[in-house]
């Protein structure tokens, strides 16, 4: 009888320490901004990573292995009666077919939540017909980060109802909801049958798809109109207050409600990633299912997300807009120093107002006199910017000891960022100041924050027609 107690006891332990899908006591349900406490290695953003082989990390396994841990142990423990992902089948409620946003309702009775707000009733599962919008990953590197890792990979569906995230637990299985649908998510006719388990996840309703059941239906009737599912039009400021409530997790990844942005300026792109500015201020777009012009002004409506903590909308649908939108100009600048601005940093202990000002300085457009370094890593070349003069002779190979010990920042603009030496010196527009004991005035926005072996560091994006 006690080894079958410590076998149970230490099945849970895997259960928890890996984010299995469970059902917990509602003691610890309270879902916070800051669901963990946690300060541990690197997390990673689909958006942006950039692996720093050259640094010491600390060794961490996969969120992949730390799932099929849990799926083994599920399967060995299923003539268990204790409640989790193998729950009898006999056991579940089949609520049949529903609106979108009649599930969105269902779930908001999972109230047995775990610390990091995520809940999944396994006993209750339901079916919806949707369009395939989105996908978003909120997936960390690490299973240091415990109960927050389950159901990382979201495909979004909607009808003419609402929205709703499916979450899949994991990439590597072919079968899966995410590995075999998001890739067709925002294709006319992607619709879906679809059927899972009830779900909160840091206060939005989800549905859980563990396994293949969902089936692809282009018949399926599904209307939805994505600008009808917007919550309403927002400001450049109405959209960073948005930001602040969104729920993330430990690695500052979350996802919010669908709001629509009408008149802004394509400033710049980088990779699937777009700076929008108002004329004065600026937002970042992640194009999802649209394609944008640099230039040219448009209507947005998409979702609000953040990843490493960093703001954005994720577009799910867009159209020109005929209205003139100025670019910033110099005089919107704020005056600052890399020392003040590196001040300015994210992590979990965080007070809200101290995250809430992080989050608002993504808006801003900065200035400060710089010097300009590089440091390279497996033969490529990163230009950075500090307060102060670093003679050519200081060849740094690292980002932690560049940023932390340096009082640098990196640069997240393609021609300085990962390039060859014969891309910095042909193409880099400030090649000419790098390892050069002359100051010049750079104007930048905040791009994103990562945090590497426990210490921030920051990429800003540099605006070099303000040179």
Partial sequence: MKKSFLLMMAIGGILASCGAPIVVDSSSSATSRRPFSYNTSESSSEAESVSASSESEETVKTVETSISVVEKSSSEQASSTSESSSTPSDDVVDLGLKTISEVRELCKNVTDLNSAGIGVNMKAKVTIHGLALSKFSLVKTTSKFGLDVSMPYKTFFGDETGFIACASPSTSDGNSLWGKVADYAG????????????SMYLGQPELYVPSKTYTYDNTLNVKCDIPSLSNGDISFDSFYEKAKAVNYNCAGHGYGDIYTVKNVLCYEKRNDVYTFTDGHKFMKVVKGNCTFIEGKTYDIT????????????????????????????????????????????????????????????????????????????????YVTISDNYYSSKTELSSRTTAQNTWGMV?????????????????????????????????????????????????KVFVFDNLL
Avoid: H, R
């Avoid at 799910?316 to 300015?344: G, M």
């Avoid at 994210?346 to 801003?364: E, L, P, R, V």
């Avoid at 060859?420 to 924050?449: G, I, R």
């Fill in 302 to 381: 998409g979702y609000v997300t953040t990843q490493s903590w960093s703001p954005a909308i994720t577009a799910l649908k867009s159209s020109l807009s005929e209205e003139a939108v100025a670019e910033p100009t110099k005089s919107d600048a704020t005056e600052t120093t890399i020392t003040a601005f590196k001040k300015i940093q994210s992590s979990q202990d965080d007070t809200s107002s101290k995250m809430d000002a992080y989050i608002d300085g993504f808006k801003n457009l900065y200035k400060a006199s710089v010097y300009a370094s590089y440091y390279t890593v497996n033969g490529k070349y």
């Fill in 187 to 198: 294709k006319d006719g992607s619709t879906y049958e679809v059927t899972g388990y009830l």
């Fill in 410 to 458: 990196d640069i997240a603009n393609n021609n300085y960022w990962n390039v060859s030496w014969d891309q910095l010196c042909n193409y880099c527009p400030v090649a000419d100041y790098v390892n050069v004991e002359t100051k010049f005035d750079l104007y930048f926005m905040p791009y994103q924050q990562e945090y590497l072996s426990k210490k921030p560091v920051w």
